[in-house]
Structures are given as C-alpha cells and as structure tokens.
Nanobody, 123 residues
Framework: QVQLVESGGGLVQSGGSLRLSCSASGRTFRDIAMGWFRQAPGKDREFVGCIDWSGDTMYAYSVTGRFTISRDSAKNTLYLQMNSLKLDDTAVYYC?????????????????WGQGTQVTVSS
C-alpha cells in the first residue's frame, strides 16, 4: 500500500508558477514509478507527466517545456514545478503511484492515487 497526499495548489495568474508536492508513505519510495494527472471540469482525467525509479521523465505535449517533475527519495516526496501557467492548466491535479519501477502515460496503470489539489489559473 502507498498513501499519497498532494499539496501546493492554489490560485495563480496566467504566466505565473506553482509547485505541487506529493508526499508518499507506506512503501519504499525510490522503487516505484510516479505520475501526475489532471482533470478539468467536464473533461476526462489526462496525463501530465511521470517519472520512473531512475529519474527518467515523460511529459504530455501540452506541458513540455513548462512543467518539470522531480522526486526526492530522502523526503519521500514527488514534485511538479509548473511555470508559464495558462488558463487551460486549470484543473484538479492528482499524484499517482504504480507498483512498478517503470512509469506509464496511462492512468489505469497506476495503483494508488492522492485526493487531488486544485490549481486555478486566472487571466
């Protein structure tokens, strides 16, 4: 079992930055793949980015160059640094963990989910 708790969401102006955190507990953090997903009102949950046990990352095209995922194994924490935020980035952001060292873009490949944190980008 892995428990995930996101934090860091909030209201930010377009062009601004936010950093989300996801605190993990219950399993060796360094051996599992992690991902970030988001869901806007009326839309399906979509892939944002992911990181595997070695630190390799993948991103959705829409956030490439603006968002950066990192992990701190000493703190059992996953981060999502979001820069140059756009109105379209408004969503609830979810942290997810997978019972594997290797990450995936598919939400159904993740076994554990956090409760989500709201990010709202205003004009």
């Amino acid at each position: 079992q892995v428990q995930l708790v996101e934090s860091g969401g909030g209201l930010v102006q377009s062009g601004g930055s936010l950093r989300l955190s996801c605190s993990a507990s219950g399993r060796t953090f360094r051996d599992i793949a992690m991902g970030w997903f988001r869901q806007a009102p009326g839309k399906d949950r979509e892939f944002v980015g992911c990181i595997d046990w070695s630190g390799d990352t993948m991103y959705a095209y829409s956030v490439t160059g603006r968002f950066t995922i990192s992990r701190d194994s000493a703190k059992n924490t996953l981060y999502l640094q979001m820069n140059s935020l756009k109105l379209d980035d408004t969503a609830v952001y979810y942290c997810a963990a997978r019972d594997s060292r290797y990450a995936s873009r598919a939400a159904n490949m993740y076994n554990y989910w956090g409760q989500g944190t709201q990010v709202t980008v205003s004009s």
